[in-house]
């Protein structure tokens, strides 16, 4: 009944939002690198900032730091949505929240500097890629939703590490929000707002989990999003391109506009190979060697992820876009 009324209240949210992003237009338009022909609402991932206030309310004694830091990373991503921020001040937020969530988990007292200084740059790249890989209908609802449920299975039969409706609010935010955006004509788009706020969460998630269980092979529940960011971003460099700008040289875009599948059949792919691998990973855990289910779930992932310089020459498409 709890997360039945939980629903219901965001569901309320998001309708009282998009009543304000259309009386103030915040709204995506279309550009010749988008993946969306038509201007739709922009920002709905706002639900999940919503979904955290709600749970910091009835757990006010506890995820202060967590509650704070996701605001933060919220609010200067809301702003970059409605008029563009320099990447400074950006990424300044960034490395403030992070500095939280890291006091909250006493990161600094766990880790050498080496460490903390790897978990830094680890943490601030997975919320830009969490970011770049937010370009079509349900990608991030839907891998949210396989990310968080392999979380919550983890809390719930492997190792408790964090109250679980922590993880149970973030995944019924993401149905809220999908009910919206995983259409053919989508109401709303995430926004900066939606993607980077969800990623600071599952980061804070992550880095619980990843410091009760000392073993950091549940980054491999982010496989499927690291292995295209990280790769599209040397592609990027090897074309000497600024991987700041906006451009359609993710997979996900090769697949979506130019491939001509479906969007949301794109994102469904996304989500299905990951539920696989984290699959996998829960399988496979304590049982083999953490560099050897590295080995065996990103050397598949790398060859899958060369298919598209194949769909590139197929369809004759320009690197320079």
Not at 10 to 16: R, T
Not at 244 to 251: C, G, N, T, Y
Not at 276 to 303: E, G, M, R
Request: charged share 10%; proline share 1%; with cysteine.
């Amino acid at each position: 009944m709890q997360y039945t009324i939980l629903g219901i209240i965001l569901m309320i949210l998001m309708l009282v939002y998009f009543k304000v992003a259309d009386r103030y237009n915040i709204i995506d338009k279309p550009n010749l690198r988008s993946s969306h022909t038509e201007i739709t609402l922009r920002g709905g991932g706002i639900i999940f900032w919503f979904s955290a206030l709600l749970y910091f309310i009835q757990n006010i004694q506890s995820n202060y730091l967590f509650f704070t830091g996701i605001t933060l990373v919220s609010l200067v991503s809301f702003w970059d949505d409605i008029q563009s921020l320099s990447n400074k001040i950006r990424i300044s937020i960034h490395f403030l929240a992070i500095t939280l969530i890291f006091i909250d988990l006493e990161l600094f007292t766990l880790m050498p500097i080496w460490g903390v200084v790897v978990s830094y740059i680890l943490a601030i790249g997975l919320i830009n890629a969490y970011n770049f890989m937010d370009g079509i209908n349900g990608i991030t609802g839907l891998y949210t939703l396989v990310v968080l449920g392999a979380l919550l299975y983890v809390n719930t039969k492997l190792q408790l590490f964090i109250d679980g409706d922590l993880i149970r609010y973030g995944m019924i935010a993401s149905i809220v929000f999908l009910f919206f955006n995983y259409r053919k004509k989508a109401k709303c788009f995430a926004g900066d707002v939606g993607s980077i706020a969800i990623a600071f969460w599952i980061i804070y998630l992550l880095l619980k989990l990843i410091i009760s269980t000392n073993t950091i092979i549940w980054l491999l529940f982010l496989a499927v999003y690291g292995i295209d960011a990280v790769c599209t971003i040397v592609h990027r460099l090897y074309l000497k391109q600024n991987i700041f700008e906006a451009h359609r040289l993710h997979f996900y875009q090769i697949l979506s506009n130019e491939c001509k599948i479906q969007h949301r059949l794109v994102s469904l792919y996304y989500a299905v190979v990951q539920i696989a691998i984290s699959t996998l990973v829960l399988a496979l855990y304590q049982k083999v060697n953490d560099i050897i289910l590295f080995s065996v779930i990103l050397i598949p992932l790398l060859f899958l992820y060369s298919v598209k310089f194949y769909l590139i020459n197929k369809n004759n498409l320009k690197l320079s876009i």
